[in-house]
C-alpha cells in the first residue's frame, strides 16, 4: 500500500530564505506526483505535475524535483515571501486510472 | 470552465439527520473522486468513479455512507444517519484521462460539515 510522508510537518522561515519542502513515498512504481497548495479554510491548487518520466518540473519561483528510483520528491521555493504561507501537499498516483494518495502536508510561515 | 463546483459550502446539521453533499465536475473530466479531511488523517480517498461507474470504493467509511453519479455532470456524497465524528472537510475533483491526465486533478472548494 502506498504510502506518502512530507517532513517537515511545519516550517517557519523569514522572508526572502530559499526553502525544500520533502515528500516521500513508499511505492516508486507511480505514474505522476503532483504538489497542491492549500490556503487556511480553502480548496487545493495544483502547483506542480511531474510525471514518471521527468525528472523536474519549474513554475516561477518554485521548481519541484522528481527521484523515483528513491521515492522522493522536494519542492523548492526561492526568495520566499509571506504570501507563500499555506500548507503544501503532495500526492501520487500509481497508474493513469486511479486515485491520487496524499501525504499530510508541510504548513509553512513566512515571516516578514 | 467554471472549475469543479460542490455545494454546499458548509452544513451544520444534527446527528442523526441525512446530509447530502454535491459535486459538477469540469465537463469532459471523466473522473470523478470524493475526498475527505481532518486534522487527524489529512486527505483521505472515499470513492471515485470512472465514466459515471464507480471504480473504488474501499475508502467509505460505513455502510452510513453512500455516493452516485447519476450523470457525467453531477455526483452526490449522502450521509445517513450522520454522526459527530463525520464533522470534516468534503473535497471533490475531477480529473481528465487518456493523454490528458497528463494535467492531473482540479479539486473543488470543499464542503465544511458539521455535525453537532
Known amino acids: 500500500k502506498q504510502e506518502v510522508t512530507q517532513i517537515p510537518a511545519a516550517l517557519s522561515v523569514p522572508e526572502g530564505e530559499n526553502l525544500v519542502l520533502n515528500c516521500s513515498f513508499t511505492?516508486?512504481?507511480?505514474?505522476?506526483l503532483q504538489w497542491f497548495r492549500q490556503d487556511p479554510g480553502k480548496g487545493l491548487t495544483s502547483l506542480l505535475l511531474?510525471?514518471?518520466?521527468?525528472r523536474e518540473q519549474t513554475s516561477g519561483r518554485l521548481n519541484a524535483s522528481l527521484d523515483k528510483s528513491s521515492g522522493r520528491s522536494t519542492l523548492y521555493i526561492a526568495a520566499s515571501q509571506p504570501g507563500d504561507s499555506a500548507t503544501y501537499l503532495c500526492?501520487?498516483?500509481?497508474?493513469?486510472?486511479?486515485?491520487?494518495?496524499f501525504g499530510k502536508g508541510t504548513t509553512l510561515s513566512v515571516s516578514s | 470552465d467554471a472549475g469543479v463546483i460542490q455545494s454546499p459550502r458548509h452544513e451544520v446539521t444534527e446527528m442523526g439527520q441525512e446530509v447530502t453533499l454535491r459535486c459538477k465536475p469540469i465537463?469532459?473530466?471523466?473522473?470523478l473522486f470524493w475526498y475527505r479531511q481532518t486534522m487527524m488523517r489529512g486527505l483521505e480517498l472515499l470513492i471515485y468513479?470512472?465514466?459515471?461507474?464507480?471504480?473504488?470504493d474501499s475508502g467509505m467509511p460505513e455502510d452510513r455512507f453512500s455516493a452516485k453519479m447519476p450523470n457525467a455532470s453531477f455526483s452526490t456524497l449522502k450521509i445517513q444517519p450522520s454522526e459527530p465524528r463525520d464533522s470534516a472537510v468534503y473535497f471533490c475533483?475531477?480529473?481528465?484521462?487518456?493523454?490528458?491526465?497528463?494535467?492531473?486533478?482540479?479539486f473543488g472548494s470543499g464542503t465544511r460539515l458539521t455535525v453537532v
Open positions: 475533483a475531477s480529473s481528465p484521462s487518456g493523454r490528458m491526465a497528463y494535467y492531473g486533478y482540479t
Open positions: 511505492d516508486s512504481a507511480i505514474y505522476n
Open positions: 511531474i510525471q514518471s518520466s521527468q
Open positions: 500526492a501520487v498516483r500509481k497508474q493513469a486510472g486511479t486515485a491520487l494518495i
Open positions: 465537463s469532459g473530466h471523466d473522473y
Open positions: 468513479f470512472n465514466n459515471n461507474v464507480p471504480i473504488d
